[in-house]
Structures are given as structure tokens and as C-alpha cells.
């Protein structure tokens, strides 16, 4: 198995950007996280879903971001306009029922 | 106050040495807890899952006191490779699959 697979690995982009954070989760998996990690804040869940439908989205920052998950095979975390305070590692993980939580390798996200 | 709490550390020790690390948390109706390894600049990875009857893995041993709300984690006879953050997990809600994670504890076993 390919494990969980985001992309891009690194994002550097200015100010007032859009930019669009990619996932693919493990096949079999019904349930896909988008966390954010700072050094501040450590790992925070910004959104959650299950079998494709967002359950839990309070931990996303503002109406600057948005998640996507047309189906079972990806999902999309989008951050328009972007902001120099949105610079943080940003993880996709998927799981099936709590068990085999992987996370993927991440995407490096710079706002300059 | 955070829902799971970690001393960030960082913790320096020698190499052969014991070392354990507490980890409390505040929802009473959590569930489930893990303790998940994080190297330098890579994804969190689970180290192991933690039971009120304590489970042991090698040269780790995981524990919880639900009385007492805390997690802890137990490494002997350190290596060098065990350098790396710890993050210490919950689930709140049984069928909820939502992680949450501590801020992390830096190990870094000195030669």
C-alpha cells in the first residue's frame, strides 16, 4: 500500500494567494483528517470527515479555508486568500474506524 | 486549558538511561489513548496504544490511571534512535474517530 499521499511536499506562495492542498487516503479507509502543525500549536485538527461527508469542521481558522472531499479517494484543502500566519506544516491522515490512523508525509506550506 | 497536556521538554539523557514521560488529560469521557513518534520535519507515527491494564513493547511500557486522568510512557535502556517528539493522543467519544493530540515531549538521547 502507498500509505496516505499528499502534494505538493513544499508551497511557497505570497500573500493573498489561493493554494490547494491534496490528499489521497489509503483505499479501504472511510475516515480522512486535515490537521495543521505549528511549533505554537502543535498538531490542531482543522477538518474531519467520514465516508466523504464533513463531520466535524470547528477547527477550521476562518471562511479563508475550505475542504473538499468529492470522494473516496481524495480530498482537497484550499486556503484563499492566503496569509503569512497560514505558514504551518499541514497533514492529511485517514483511518477505518480508529484503527490504522496513518498520516501522510505532509505539505510544507510558506506564505511570504 | 488544553484537552491533553505534555511537558514540551525538551528531555536530554544518556544513553542506556530510563526515561518516562507524563501526560494528563481533561476529558473525563475520553476513551482511547496512544502514544504516537514524531522524528524531525516527518508525520506522526503510532508507537503504541495504552491500557488501563499498562501494556509493554520491547523496551517501552505505556500506562494509564484513569482516576488520576494521566498517560505515561516508559523507555529503558535508551538508544540514541528513540530521539524524537512524543505526542500523546486521546479519542473523547467512543465511535468518534477524531485524534487529539498533545503539543509533544522532545527526547533527545545523548551519545
Known amino acids: 500500500d502507498a500509505g496516505v499521499i499528499q502534494s505538493p511536499r513544499h508551497e511557497v506562495t505570497e500573500m493573498g494567494q489561493e493554494v490547494t492542498l491534496r490528499c489521497k487516503p489509503i483505499s479501504g479507509h472511510n475516515s480522512l483528517f486535515w490537521y495543521r502543525q505549528t511549533m505554537m500549536r502543535g498538531l490542531e485538527l482543522l477538518i474531519y470527515?467520514?465516508?466523504?461527508?464533513?463531520?466535524?469542521d470547528s477547527g477550521m481558522p476562518e471562511d479563508r479555508f475550505s475542504a473538499k472531499m468529492p470522494n473516496a479517494s481524495f480530498s482537497t484543502l484550499k486556503i484563499q486568500p492566503s496569509e503569512p500566519r497560514d505558514s504551518a506544516v499541514y497533514f492529511c491522515a485517514s483511518s477505518f474506524r480508529a484503527f490504522g490512523y496513518t498520516f501522510g508525509s505532509g505539505t510544507r506550506l510558506t506564505v511570504v | 486549558r488544553k484537552e491533553v497536556e505534555q511537558d514540551p521538554g525538551p528531555f536530554n539523557v544518556p544513553e542506556g538511561a530510563t526515561v518516562a514521560f507524563n501526560c494528563t488529560y481533561s476529558?473525563?469521557?475520553?476513551?482511547?489513548f496512544f502514544w504516537y513518534r514524531q522524528d524531525c520535519r516527518k508525520e506522526p507515527k503510532l508507537l503504541m496504544s495504552?491500557?488501563?491494564s499498562g501494556n509493554e513493547d520491547g523496551r517501552f511500557t505505556a500506562q494509564l490511571n484513569r482516576a488520576s486522568q494521566y498517560i505515561s510512557l516508559l523507555i529503558r535502556d535508551s538508544k540514541l534512535s528513540d530521539s524524537a517528539t512524543y505526542l500523546c493522543v486521546s479519542i473523547s467519544n467512543f465511535g468518534n474517530e477524531k485524534l487529539t493530540f498533545g503539543t509533544g515531549t522532545r527526547l533527545t538521547i545523548i551519545p
Open positions: 495504552v491500557y488501563s
Open positions: 476529558n473525563s469521557a475520553s476513551q482511547s
Open positions: 470527515f467520514n465516508n466523504n461527508v464533513p463531520i466535524d
